[in-house]
């Protein structure tokens, strides 16, 4: 028989509350959808204003420009939910929900030429064709893109071959054009024919897209209310990328992080300053300390110049010592946290209702559950009682994996820590989920370092991170 163990006593967090001005307390909600439908986004109210409208330029294959001025149309339009009725809220069309219209940017609806189809299908390669295509029409609206805040770039299903590369070759259509995009400093939105026009449910459409195309143009739709000032949070990515003379480099990602929402930016470069554990690689110490002291000098560049009086770095793989010191002295005399942020794990947890009987629903989102002083089970997924007024489970089916927080640095307890992960699995704003499973700062960073690796180059500098949504 096997032998029983006690764990420590749990921790619940309710979940966490979002603003939507930048003054006034009381414009908050739990429900990111139901707090812009009441009161608008965060940005409508800042003395930066979102420009009014906002202009959108297109790609389209040849003869579709309807599919361009449909969408158009339908985000001015209100939708009803047809899925998800314990979440998603009708859609109020874009100036309800957003504050600011939304047009078509005149004469900049690009249409590829007629050829293009015959090309991709007799290529040998057509994910090159098809690349190589869609980036001579980007590169023809670069020299206009003051014209314009956003481009939709429109994919039809009939050049799926040109999607991904074959195998053994890492390339990604979404992942180049996003590198190529950003590079020329270009919000770019692209639009899968099965995924956008032929979704069933154009309310979650119309959200999703509204949602990125506002942000992709410069706005703020919320930001996590009651949240320190003074903290500063921090993503490391690496993604190691082989070059043909054999030396291999690591593309260092490192996404800064405020409590506003308002400075969230990317760090890029690529350095040979690292060593590998097993397949992942880290950098050396002063691999670590230059980072982390570019990391600062952005944070200062948004902040008049004062340093975060709190930092928390996040890492999907353990921080090695050399890490670990070159963090202690960046960011010397500051709190630091290093946390450890690891989905997969074997640990599982259900709900126990009355009478020891196993409940029918998962347990409650926010639970956290001790296992040392160092290392925690917290359950980003989960029964959310709060928000909709019933217990809403966004997965709707399953036991939720939690997830394995380790502190490597730092002395903040796991009600902080925890509460401070929740909020920001509520701060990705390219969906219209109420949350994700991991927090924006691994999220971004980890899209980040997957698209850069397969671009040649990009400039080692900092990136408005609506260029990588």
């Not at 003869?63 to 998800?84: D, K, M, V, Y």
């Not at 249409?111 to 980007?138: C, F, K, M, N, Y």
């Not at 509204?210 to 930001?223: D, E, V």
């Not at 980003?380 to 399953?398: E, H, N, W």
Request: some cysteine; charged content about 25%.
């Amino acid at each position: 028989m096997s032998e029983l163990h006690s764990l420590p006593a749990h921790l619940w967090q309710d979940e966490v509350w979002l603003s939507f001005h930048p003054d006034r307390e009381e414009d908050r909600d739990r429900h990111p959808l139901k707090g812009l439908r009441r009161f608008g986004p965060l940005s409508g109210s800042l003395i930066s204003s979102m420009m009014d409208p906002i202009r959108v330029a297109a790609v389209v294959p040849q003869g579709c420009r309807s599919w361009f001025t449909g969408i158009l149309a339908e985000l001015n339009q209100s939708h009803q939910p047809s899925e998800r009725a314990a979440y998603l809220v009708e859609y109020p069309g874009f100036s309800s929900a957003f504050r600011v219209r939304i047009v078509q940017a005149e004469g900049h609806c690009r249409e590829l030429p007629q050829a293009t189809d015959a090309a991709i299908e007799s290529s040998g390669t057509p994910h090159r064709e098809l690349a190589d295509r869609l980036l001579a029409e980007v590169n023809a609206l670069r020299r206009s893109s003051a014209e314009f805040d956003v481009l939709y770039l429109f994919l039809p299903e009939r050049w799926s071959r040109g999607f991904r590369g074959p195998q053994g070759e890492d390339f990604d259509l979404h992942d180049f054009l996003k590198a190529e995009c950003a590079a020329a400093a270009m919000p770019m939105q692209i639009l899968r024919e099965d995924r956008v026009l032929q979704y069933k449910c154009r309310a979650s459409v119309m959200w999703r897209l509204g949602l990125a195309s506002y942000c992709k143009a410069g706005g703020i739709p919320w930001r996590i209310a009651g949240a320190d000032p003074g903290t500063a949070f921090i993503g490391l990515s690496y993604a190691v990328r082989a070059t043909e003379t054999g030396p291999r480099f690591v593309n260092c990602c490192s996404q800064v992080f405020d409590a506003d929402g308002c400075g969230l930016q990317f760090l890029v470069y690529e350095s040979e300053e690292f060593r590998e554990f097993g397949k992942n690689p880290f950098l050396t110490r002063d691999g670590v300390r230059r980072l982390m002291s570019r990391s600062r000098v952005l944070y200062q560049k948004r902040h008049d110049g004062r340093s975060p009086k709190r930092v928390v770095i996040y890492k999907t793989t353990p921080f090695r010592h050399e890490e670990i010191d070159g963090c202690l002295d960046s960011w010397r005399s500051i709190a630091l946290d290093l946390i450890q942020v690891q989905q997969h794990t074997p640990w599982r947890g259900i709900r126990v209702a009355a009478h020891h009987d196993i409940a029918g629903y998962p347990v409650h989102r926010g639970s956290c559950l001790p296992l040392s002083g160092t290392e925690a089970l917290y359950w980003t997924q989960g029964i959310v009682p709060s928000v909709t007024g019933d217990r809403f489970y966004a997965a709707q089916k399953g036991i939720p994996h939690p997830l394995l927080l380790t502190r490597y640095a730092g002395h903040s307890g796991w009600e902080e820590l925890g509460g401070e992960l929740l909020g920001l699995t509520k701060m990705n704003w390219n969906n219209d989920s109420l949350y994700d499973r991991l927090p924006v700062t691994i999220e971004y960073a980890s899209s980040l370092a997957r698209i850069v690796k397969r671009l040649p180059s990009l400039s080692p500098r900092p990136y408005d991170f609506r260029y990588f949504m």
